[in-house]
């Protein structure tokens, strides 16, 4: 059974940083495109970041030139790296990847999520 395993979530105050990170437990054969998703209360799930196997990324606009995803192939891992944070920014953060499995099959896979609270 495949897993995103998520951590670095937690409570910061504007201005400040936190470092996400991700990876999957469990055997597969290869990882596609890794990325991150957020969602507010009573917002849509919206896309932050994405990263290609190659490591070409894509950004939401509300975070461009703050926020820089990264991954790391020999890991398996995906990071987000939040630097000036803001209070529009507090949501849970989900990690989400395309996984080949061990039977060739490609699924799309979910973290459980982890809370970024920014204060004022």
């Known amino acids: 059974q495949v897993q995103l395993v998520e951590s670095g979530g937690g409570l910061v105050q504007a201005g400040g940083s936190l470092k996400l990170s991700c990876a999957p437990s469990?055997?597969?054969?290869?990882?596609?495109?890794m990325g991150w998703y957020r969602q507010a209360p009573g917002n849509r799930r919206e896309l932050v970041a994405d990263?290609?196997?190659?490591?070409?990324?894509n950004y939401a606009d509300s975070v461009k030139g703050r926020f820089t995803i990264s991954r790391d192939n020999a890991k398996n891992t995906v990071y987000l790296q939040m630097n000036s944070l803001k209070p529009d920014d507090t949501a849970v953060y989900y990690c989400?990847?395309?996984?080949?499995?061990?039977?060739?099959?490609?699924?799309?896979?979910w973290g459980q999520g982890t809370q970024v609270t920014v204060s004022s």
């Open positions: 990263i290609t196997t190659s490591g070409g990324t």
């Open positions: 989400n990847a395309v996984i080949v499995r061990l039977t060739s099959i490609s699924h799309n896979y």
């Open positions: 469990g055997s597969f054969r290869s990882i596609g495109t």
